[in-house]
């Protein structure tokens, strides 16, 4: 009796076991292709042998740096708003690099506090975490369009860690950004093809979410980049031919999609309405941003040969808008571009009544958009490109426009995926002999064409022309890769040609095609990975340090310590910096720094740089230079004393001998606030750029305080 009993406990409950099973049936390909970029860059999210691959470039002077100074100041429950350690103050909450209002922030302070800190590695698997959450994203997107799963699965695992998305590992918040893409076209497919007004408003309910992940992730040239991928994709479905032939005779009724879409991006732009605004008005007023500058626009040029190079040969390519995505993903895509065959190989993979994904029609409408994205990226050298600077609204504000490219990773993807589709169907054909034979014939044509052109293409790239400046100055110590870009499409193209022969000899069967799947996954992760995996990197060989700040102690701190000029941005110290980056910052402060350049010492003892001295008092703020204020000033020994300062709130303190100015050398902004014993008082400007106010003779206090008009509900506590 007790032996049967403890069988009956050990033995799981019959109708559980298959729903478990299904479960984890389920989940276990979600969760490959979930882990899969942390597999390819493993270097850069493992310490292995007290050694890791850390990411270098902008990744700790525009990001790390913020996020350890965000976290640290909402693990004590403080939302910083003004940054007055960088270029003598500017926005913080606005800024892009802060990321402050991403929702995973939350998991991140959480971390912050559970393990004592945040080190760069740390910041590096957040980064990557952007990258599965992206590949997962192209996996349920395809899903849905495509139900070939081996064909999805080769698309999700080349293009998630292709040459563009390992780039961007230096920009996180890009990452992040881009992370949302394929999130949102998989909700705005679903809400076109819903087939009940739940789903609809449930699908509605994703984008509006997807739609705040995407404007808050803090890269807004990514967010800009969307109207070139989500309008035309959504254009398809109102192109009742082209739909057709992609997604099938599938009911669409319009109404009730146009409404939840209109509401979901209505909810999403309301949300993160008081975020864009602020940026925006923050690009208004730093230098070079307000747009209708064209050097600054196309300061970095993309051209016809780094479109080449980035299908070919990398080197070649500027690494600003480069998208190699291997040789035998390309030869894939090739060849279901130019053989000419009919529909009967990919109806079946869908079943969707008239789908007809052969069609000159769907292959002319990937080759448009691909080329036409390609071709805006080529700045002065494109008609279309100008015509969007002078007419398209806040087209003129961005620059670098190679990165564009990263839109075409999942138009690539889903090309790819039908392509795979196109490419297993014909090498498993139960076709006839004759048949098959005239499909060899053609195809095989076909790849020895278009790789005897590519291979002509990076002999001519490697030998005849310069590598790109980028690949020339930061790109060094791959100098021995560029030949292997040229000997792995060598194999590819052998490894394509051998599976295509035995595909028309003998019919490979579902179990082989997934280890062909898999082979070619593999191909494809080598021609890339020698590069791809590394960019933007260097080996470190100590383990990565914990970074634990205390921001409201550095904040008071930081006016007994003088501060710093360097070009840099946010310190994690209390020697707060006056320096600046180019094309950034506030073109008031900017202006400043260039008008005093012919009085250095001056100007530096006014910004603290000799003794951190950030409180002035003077009979006077209308002085000509900066000498003759700090004459007026320094006849008064005594400022006044510190009583408590956060970076968003100063109270001061002074007994003034007569009427005068007490100036505080951090930048003003249209938000910042004051009051003098309680009462408001107005902000005057010193040198254009500077905080003073007016008082009268005797004790006083002061407060200047930081609140943005969009934010009225944040408060700050009065004296």
């Not at 049967?4 to 019959?14: A, L």
């Not at 979410?209 to 479905?237: E, H, N, Q, R, S």
């Not at 005239?438 to 590519?454: E, N, T």
Request: proline share 5%; charged share 15%; aromatic share 18%.
């Amino acid at each position: 009796m007790k032996q049967r009993k403890q069988s009956e406990i050990s033995m799981p409950n019959r109708k559980e076991q298959p729903a478990l099973l299904r479960i984890t049936k389920k989940l276990w390909l979600p969760f490959l292709i979930f882990c899969w970029p942390m597999l390819y860059l493993f270097r850069q999210v493992f310490v292995i042998n007290g050694s890791y691959t850390a990411i270098i470039n902008d990744f700790m002077l525009l990001y790390y740096k913020y996020k350890v100074y965000l976290l640290d100041s909402l693990a004590n429950y403080h939302l910083p708003l003004w940054s007055p350690s960088e270029a003598a103050g500017f926005p913080f909450y606005t800024s892009p690099f802060a990321q402050v209002f991403y929702p995973f922030n939350v998991l991140l302070v959480i971390w912050y506090k559970a393990f004592a800190g945040y080190s760069p590695l740390d910041h590096q698997l957040f980064t990557v975490l952007g990258i599965s959450i992206f590949a997962l994203g192209l996996f349920v997107w395809l899903r849905l369009i495509n139900k070939d799963i081996k064909a999805v699965i080769f698309a999700v695992f080349v293009m998630s860690v292709s040459f563009k998305v390992t780039e961007i590992t230096r920009l996180p918040n890009a990452v992040h950004t881009m992370a949302w893409y394929p999130w949102i076209l998989y909700a705005l497919t679903r809400i076109i093809f819903s087939g009940s007004a739940k789903e609809t408003v449930k699908s509605a309910a994703l984008l509006a979410v997807f739609g705040i992940f995407l404007c808050t992730a803090g890269y807004p040239y990514f967010v800009y980049y969307t109207i070139f991928l989500f309008v035309p994709y959504m254009l398809v479905f109102f192109i009742k031919p082209l739909r057709i032939k992609l997604f099938g005779e599938r009911p669409v009724y319009f109404a009730r999609p146009a409404i939840a879409i209109i509401s979901a991006g209505f909810t999403s732009l309301l949300v993160c309405a008081p975020y864009l605004i602020g940026i925006k008005r923050l690009m208004a007023e730093t230098t070079d941003r307000a747009g209708k500058d064209l050097d600054f626009s196309t300061y970095h040029i993309f051209d016809f040969e780094d479109t080449v190079g980035s299908f070919v040969y990398p080197p070649a390519a500027s690494t600003e808008g480069w998208y190699f995505f291997s040789i035998t993903a390309l030869l894939i895509i090739c060849i279901y571009l130019f053989t000419k065959t009919d529909n009967k190989r990919l109806s079946y993979i869908n079943g969707y009544p008239s789908q007809d994904l052969t069609s000159i029609t769907v292959k002319l409408f990937f080759i448009i958009w691909i080329a036409l994205v390609s071709y805006i990226t080529y700045g002065k050298s494109s008609y279309l490109f100008i015509l969007f600077w002078k007419y398209m609204p806040g087209f003129s504000s961005l620059r670098v426009w190679g990165r564009l490219n990263i839109i075409l990773v999942p138009i690539i993807a889903w090309l790819l995926s039908i392509s795979f589709t196109y490419f297993c169907s014909i090498i498993s054909s139960q076709s006839k002999s004759k048949e098959k034979f005239r499909w060899f014939s053609s195809s095989f044509f076909v790849l020895a064409v278009v790789y005897a052109g590519i291979l002509a293409v990076q002999l001519y790239l490697h030998f005849k022309a310069k590598p790109d400046e980028m690949w020339e100055l930061f790109f060094k110590p791959f100098r021995l890769n560029e030949l292997l870009f040229i000997f792995f499409g060598i194999i590819a193209f052998i490894l394509i040609l051998f599976l295509m022969a035995a595909g028309a000899k003998n019919r490979f069967s579902s179990g082989k095609l997934n280890a062909i799947t898999a082979l070619l996954i593999l191909m494809a992760a080598i021609e890339t990975w020698h590069t791809g995996a590394s960019q933007w990197s260097k080996n470190v060989k100590n383990s990565p340090q914990k970074f634990k700040l205390n921001i409201a102690a550095l904040n008071e701190t930081s006016f007994g310590y003088p501060r710093i000029d360097i070009t840099n941005t946010i310190t994690l110290s209390p020697s707060f910096n006056v320096g600046t980056m180019p094309n950034w910052y506030f073109s008031r402060y900017i202006n400043f720094l260039n008008a005093a350049s012919n009085e250095t010492l001056a100007r530096d003892y006014l910004l603290g740089i000799q003794n951190g001295q950030k409180i002035f008092f003077s009979d006077s703020i209308g002085h000509p230079d900066i000498e003759s204020f700090l004459k007026d000033a320094l006849q008064y020994k005594q400022a006044g004393r510190l009583i408590s300062y956060n970076g968003d709130q100063l109270n001061w303190e002074i007994d003034t001998p007569k009427a005068g100015y007490l100036s505080f050398i951090d930048n003003w902004d249209a938000d910042w606030k004051a009051s003098v014993d309680g009462k408001p008082a107005q902000i005057e400007v010193l040198f254009g750029t500077f905080k003073s106010v007016y008082l009268d003779q005797g004790k006083h206090k002061i407060r200047f305080y930081y609140q943005p008009g969009l934010f009225p509900a944040i408060t700050v506590k009065k004296d």
